[in-house]
């Protein structure tokens, strides 16, 4: 049924009330408007983003509106403006001030030329009211522009021409509230097809997205009650709705397997009676459990998580990221014993760089074989026992940490954890004095990272960014030497990992690396094997090189200034901890819950000192 006029004006004034009462109240807006547009404001703040459609659609403009804590799609001006004025007459009682950003796209690239030999520079037009601190938020963001590391092609900045059309600056639109215009050049799209650049597309819109929060912030310094310390607190501090269900999908794809045990060999200890009767001349035959997986279907399911309506660059490329990694697994689990496994391997694991591979032979050299010993051992029910008591004393602290422990027989002798659960070997047999330590590395850290993650209400964070598991097991070294059981033996089995995982790539076979490990690294032939038979696992993993590369980005991260703290909040990389400094000053996540029990002591505060101050990881055993 067609609404009567005066039908559509009792609803316009019903959306104008509702925002009104909303913002009075500091509660969130999100609301249809017209035929095709939408007001978001997830809480009050002194800016709105608009972009007027003119009937067009799927336009980068208005995914770069769309991204803002405070944005509003509308048809037209006529359509905006009224919503407008009644969010900004708000804003001002709330703030002292108040400004609009205006994005849009110029209808063509005019700077481009189907047979240009080179890519020209494109056009950003750029405007804004008279008013000071609006002057000041277009210089900012312009100089934002500017810098965005945009390639391909760079802006070139221009003003409106004499009589072209600037919506805020004619007489029947004027505004009492400041402004500022930006149109720009649709680069992203193909001069010929007008099909998308998709990378060039996102790149684009996280970089107007982030010139548009600068400008704000430079606008609610100089203008508004508001302080703010970084632009990105003005971000979102809310998850829509699409996210939640994306994150939902994903972690399920992610928990349908298990991919380390996958991988992982079943029959260790008949395999090493099969390489010693051999007289390790013949690499032993490896049996793994049936994949539990449907790969295929799995990745049908990854690849059809829509991530279109996230409106949040960030969250958008961690998702994709983590996207990338999994169906990069799943290929993993599809080519196993396969050659391409272990290329795969390097692709999701890194190659061993040649700074890496020089500080693991450093750690050897400066690390000799000990001499054989007499030590107190435990077996895996001890072992079970305090790992038990661990996890108690951290459920104590908060009763969101609910692991288990298992004992299990199909693994090579040690500890993995999945998910919320330990897994401890049946056939673990370990030095007594290195039990905590240990366990403070699979619990302290693992699933304590598992937990608190669980907390920040995305699964993303307890099941990890993309590419978390070099600063996890850089942590969680780090754990055992600040626990204070840190030995020269465990320091060269972690330096020799990285050799024998470089062996590997290169070509070696099993057996040559194994005689590697034995003959000229000094590794006992049951150590040796387990090294080995984790870095042939599958047909080649190469994740045993990323402990001492973690432990290493982890130390220069700490001689840097850095803190440790935001990585107790999740399973989080080197590269993601700016991302989640901006994530907690927008609000999205919370500090962690659950404090690591290894950091209390007052030796493990000297020890960090020591780290800070140039302790080399060579020096770092501790018993």
Known sequence: MKLSPVSIQDAEQDLLDMVKTCLESGKAVRQDVGADGWLHIDRPLPFLCVHLTKGEKNLAARDIAAAHASYLIAADIEEALPIIDAVGQEMVKRFGDFIVLDVGELEHDILLADDSPFLPHYEVKVSSSSHGPALNAKSVFIKAVCGAEIRFRTPRITSPSSGEEVFWGEPKNAMCFPWLSVRFAPIYRQPESGADYPGLRETMIADLFDAGLRAFSAFANDATSIKVSSHRALGRKAFVDAVRRADRSIDDIAASFDFLLSVTPINARHAFKEFQESHFQRAPNFLYSPLGVDV??????????????????????????????????????????????????????????????????????????????????????????????????????????????????????????????????????????????????????????????????????????????????????????????????????????????????????????????????????????????????????????????????????????????????????AAHFQVMQELTLRGLLRPPSISPGFLAPASAQERLEKIRSGLPIAEMATL
């Open 296 to 573: 295929e279907e799995q990745k049908r399911k990854l690849y059809s998580v829509a991530f279109e309506h996230f409106e949040d660059p960030v969250l958008y490329h961690l998702y994709r990221e983590k996207q990338q990694e999994i169906d990069l697994q799943l290929t993993m689990l599809a080519n196993m014993h396969n050659p391409k496994f272990q290329d795969f391997s390097r692709a999701l694991y890194g190659a061993v760089e040649p700074e890496l591979l020089s500080l693991a032979e450093d750690v050897l050299a400066r690390c000799p074989p000990p001499l054989q010993e007499a030590v107190a051992t435990a077996d895996c029910y001890h072992v079970a026992n305090r790992a038990r008591d661990m996890v108690a004393a951290y459920h104590e602290q908060s009763a969101e940490f609910d692991a288990r422990v298992e004992i299990r027989d199909d693994l090579p002798p040690g500890l993995m954890v999945s998910g919320s659960k330990l897994f401890i070997s049946r056939h673990t047999v370990m030095e007594e004095r290195r039990v905590d330590a240990l366990l403070h590395h699979e619990i302290g850290v693992h699933l304590l990272t598992y937990f608190n993650g669980s907390a920040q209400g995305l699964r993303l964070f307890r099941s990890g960014l993309s590419g978390y598991e070099g600063v996890q097991e850089g942590l969680a070294v780090l754990a055992e030497h600040l626990a204070g059981g840190m030995t020269r033996e465990r320091l060269r089995l972690i330096a020799g990992r990285v050799v024998g995982c470089a062996a590997m790539l290169d070509g070696a076979s099993f057996v040559d690396t194994f005689r590697m490990m034995t003959d000229r690294l000094g590794f006992d032939k049951a150590g040796a094997f387990n090294s080995v038979l984790r870095i042939f696992r599958g047909g080649g993993l190469s994740k045993d090189a990323i402990y001492l590369r973690g432990l290493n980005e982890i130390i220069q991260h700490l001689r840097n200034g850095g803190a440790l703290e935001p990585f107790w909040m999740g399973k989080i990389s």
